[in-house]
């Protein structure tokens, strides 16, 4: 099973963009911290959504801004100019809630599901 789940803060504002198919995706960051015996430690993920979840993202997420993020570990493998071989492991993010703060009370947000992930969830 290969499944993330985790919240943070938005490092930045989400970037969106449109690959070569037409697709729409967005790509961010989210920093997650926590406080533990040697102090305070902060991890950073970086994260991908597509379709509407990336339209959602890219008009409601903000730097700063709190999120709910679950998706599956996707590990991107490339080598440099030099020859060089690098790794990085990403969540493709599936779902992602979005923390609204409003005068009254914050309220989560999240948007429909995408049915371009329904063949990718094994029930």
Same mark, same amino acid.
Request: neutral net charge.
């Given at each position: ?17 449109? =690959? %070569? +198919? ?11 911290? /926590?406080?533990?015996?040697? $102090? &305070? ?9 597509? =379709? %509407? +979840? ?11 801004? /709190?999120?709910?993020?679950? $998706? &599956? ?9 030099? =020859? %060089? ?39």
């Amino acid at each position: 099973m290969n499944v993330a789940i985790i919240s943070g803060n938005l490092v930045a504002d989400p970037e969106k963009q449109t =690959g %070569k +198919t037409g697709t729409v995706y967005a790509q961010f960051t989210v920093a997650e911290s /926590r406080k533990g015996p040697s $102090g &305070e430690k902060t991890n950073f993920f970086s994260c991908t959504c597509f =379709g %509407k +979840t990336a339209e959602f993202l890219s008009e409601h997420g903000r730097k700063g801004g /709190r999120v709910w993020v679950e $998706g &599956e570990l996707s590990q991107d493998t490339w080598q440099d100019q030099e =020859g %060089k071989k690098h790794s990085q492991v990403k969540i493709l993010a599936m779902r992602v809630e979005v923390e609204r703060r409003e005068k009254t009370a914050p309220a989560r947000k999240q948007p429909e599901p995408d049915p371009m992930f329904d063949d990718l969830i094994p029930f």
